[in-house]
């Protein structure tokens, strides 16, 4: 039974993947292969990358100046992180 590969072992062998293709020394049969296998890595990160996303809250101050929580999502609309100043 395979191990599941972590985040960073499956962005290593992206970085392995892109490197063999830029080298150019790949037969085609081989580069098709490694640019499907790089696609599919990819796509795991990528998602891997919006689970965390979701995850993520930050520490914000309200009108009042209270620290509350929230979603990484409404940060990215313009909220500024507690350690930045707040709102």
């Known amino acids: 039974m395979e191990k599941e590969m972590t985040f960073e072992e499956r962005l290593a062998q992206v970085e392995t993947i892109a490197a063999q293709l830029e ?3 790949l037969g085609l049969e081989d580069s098709m292969k490694k640019y499907e296998l790089g696609v599919q890595l990819l796509s795991a990160l990528e998602k891997e990358l919006g689970s ?6 930050m520490i914000q101050r309200d009108a009042s100046g209270q ?3 929230v979603p990484a999502m409404e ?13």
Do not use: C, D, T, Y
């Open 67 to 69: 620290p509350e929580e």
């Open 23 to 25: 080298e150019g020394k």
């Open 52 to 57: 965390a996303k979701q995850r993520l809250s």
């Open 75 to 87: 940060v990215e609309k313009g909220f500024i992180p507690v350690e930045n100043g707040g709102i």
